[in-house]
């Protein structure tokens, strides 16, 4: 799946829900489903930094696609990067470069998030990419 | 016994719906909510007599300066200063921090030592390591127990003729212990060093009287005492106000400028470049006729209740751990449950309508010492309800059952 039919995908699993307890829980489970990254990545180099929660990542590169793993200390920001992966995941670096973010706001992920973790989820979008431009760069 | 219901009708914001759920207010340590006649004499202040002061000749500016002195006045009375002129309006307690730690550049050299304590809020621990980085002083900490209690026979060993200034707040903001400011004065004057008692968390419930502490320096901010933000104070004794080098240049701080030289105003004004908060320092008075109405013994007896109340409460919950246990503590309830990140609590219980302060509270060492990440912090105030805690408890159950 493209990274555009997968976030269509997490917007329509979103829009079951009527209330944001609903949602958080539903996060929460998404969280459960993070590929974890493994113990010898998560050093202080692989935090990502404006979130006020730890949270690492580590990216490979596999056939010219982005593995993605993750792990962070609380368990909502844990469902948060679950779900930026599971758009960002197993993708050609070049596509999530190019990619928008809009199902963000859809789903209402930022109006139910306190600025400081608003502002943890721009980081780590950006950190996201980054890892694409920094492989796009090898790839090229 | 104060008519708290009564009260809250004082504050507009409690009326409000935050999430769909009325609004617990419980981050009083980070800012007070405002009563209706403070809000009154700001709106006052800017329809009626907006002026500059100490300026102009004319009414308007005549009636904004004599306003904002009456507030300095009221000010003196209510921390019980020798002079008017030692109370430096600031735009907050950190303002005035870097007023003294600034100031004290010039006035130590290379091996002095300052104290600061295990306690401290990042506010009140970077402006002197600053100082120490200027100056080649040292800093040493006095360290902290288990229960939040600063260890005074260690500092007692700290304490030396190399000591020159000693800082410590008189409530830590992260866990509400009260320290024991007398103590620590009296012995840091024993070696001639000076102090400073950072008031900006006690002063919401404890009325300092800075001539019988015989505090050098005591610094606080308006907007924890029912005040607008951006107001504070730098009170020092005259003596020492008059030792320290102006901190910024600018109108208001001048005698006689030349380009050859400039001669500075005398205190307070030589600590007030520029054009003031005028409409904020007046509002403070306000809230601090407010809160003397209501009357400091009412208010700490009633703030006691809730914090044994919100303590007993909370403690029922399965894996819950307080951090701050000092007998000696005002109400401010730190605390974590087992397993589960302060964060996610903080964010669920939002979504109930309680606003809680999550994270490490500007005091890192703090938790450091505790090995955790930060914690879950409610304050409360006067104009709180036991009502209202147990809306608190009940939310911070959902959450763990939730995140667990």
């Known amino acids: 799946m493209s990274i555009q039919e997968i976030q269509e995908e997490i917007v329509d699993e979103f829009s079951m829900f009527d209330d944001w307890m609903q949602r958080y829980e539903y996060m929460i489970e998404l969280g459960k489903s993070l590929p974890l990254i493994e113990d010898k990545y998560k050093t202080d180099d692989n935090i990502i930094k404006g979130c006020q929660s730890k949270v690492w990542v580590h990216a490979e590169m596999k056939n010219d696609q982005i593995a993605f793993t993750a792990d962070s200390d609380a368990i909502i920001t844990k469902g948060i990067i679950a779900i930026l992966i599971r758009a960002f995941s197993n993708q050609h670096p070049q596509d999530i470069i190019d990619a928008d973010t809009k199902f963000i706001d859809e789903i209402g992920l930022k109006e139910h998030l306190s600025p400081t973790r608003a502002n943890g989820l721009v980081s780590m979008i950006k950190q996201l990419k980054l890892?694409?431009?920094a492989y796009q760069t090898q790839l090229n | 016994m104060l008519n708290v219901q009564k009260i809250r009708e004082d504050f507009p914001i409690l009326k409000r719906q935050v999430n769909g759920k009325p609004l617990v207010y419980f981050d009083n340590a980070a800012t007070?909510?405002?009563?209706?006649?403070?809000?009154?004499?700001?709106?006052?202040?800017?329809?009626?007599?907006?002026?500059?002061?100490?300026?102009?000749?004319?009414?308007?500016s005549q009636e904004a300066t004599d306003a904002y002195e009456k507030a300095r006045k009221k000010i003196q009375r209510h921390f019980n200063a020798k002079h008017a002129h030692e109370i430096i309006l600031t735009s907050g307690t950190t303002h005035s921090i870097n007023i003294v730690a600034t100031g004290f550049t010039t006035l130590l050299s290379e091996g002095d030592e300052i104290i600061v304590s295990a306690l401290e809020h990042h506010s009140n621990i970077v402006p002197w390591q600053m100082l120490c980085e200027r100056t080649g002083a040292v800093l040493k900490v006095i360290p902290m127990n288990q229960e939040g209690e600063l260890l005074m026979e260690r500092y007692d060993q700290l304490l030396s003729e190399k000591t020159k200034l000693v800082f410590v707040n008189h409530i830590s903001n992260a866990l509400g212990?009260?320290?024991?400011?007398?103590?620590?004065?009296?012995?840091?004057?024993?070696?001639?060093?000076?102090?400073l008692i950072d008031g900006a968390q006690s002063c919401p419930h404890i009325k300092p009287d800075v001539q019988a502490l015989d505090a050098d320096f005591y610094v606080a901010s308006a907007h924890k005492l029912c005040g607008p933000t951006g107001v504070?104070?730098?009170?020092?004794?005259?003596?020492?106000l008059n030792k320290l080098p102006p901190y910024q240049g600018g109108g208001e701080m001048i005698d006689q400028v030349t380009f050859e030289k400039t001669t500075y105003a005398g205190l307070p004004h030589k600590f007030e470049a520029g054009t003031p908060n005028i409409c904020g320092v007046i509002a403070f008075g306000t809230a601090l006729d407010y809160m003397n109405t209501i009357g400091f013994d009412a208010i700490a007896s009633y703030e006691k209740e809730l914090l044994d109340y919100g303590t007993q409460q909370l403690l029922q919950i399965d894996g819950l751990k307080i951090y701050g246990t000092s007998v000696n503590k005002t109400s401010v309830i730190s605390f974590n449950?087992?397993?589960?990140?302060?964060?996610?609590?903080?964010?669920?219980?939002d979504k109930l309508g309680v606003a809680v302060r999550t994270g490490h509270h500007c005091a890192q060492p703090i938790m450091d010492f505790y090995k955790i990440p930060g914690t879950v912090r409610a304050s409360f105030s006067f104009y709180n309800t036991k009502e209202e805690i147990d809306i608190l408890v009940n939310s911070v159950k959902k959450a763990a059952t939730m995140l667990r």
């Open chain 1, 131 to 133: 890892y694409a431009v």
């Open chain 2, 32 to 60: 007070s909510q405002t009563p209706q006649v403070v809000i009154d004499a700001i709106v006052d202040y800017y329809s009626n007599y907006n002026a500059n002061i100490h300026r102009g000749v004319h009414s308007l």
């Open chain 2, 177 to 195: 212990t009260i320290n024991p400011i007398e103590y620590i004065i009296n012995k840091a004057h024993e070696v001639g060093a000076a102090v």
């Open chain 2, 232 to 240: 504070g104070l730098l009170y020092g004794k005259e003596a020492w």
């Open chain 2, 337 to 349: 449950i087992e397993g589960i990140h302060p964060y996610d609590i903080g964010s669920i219980v």
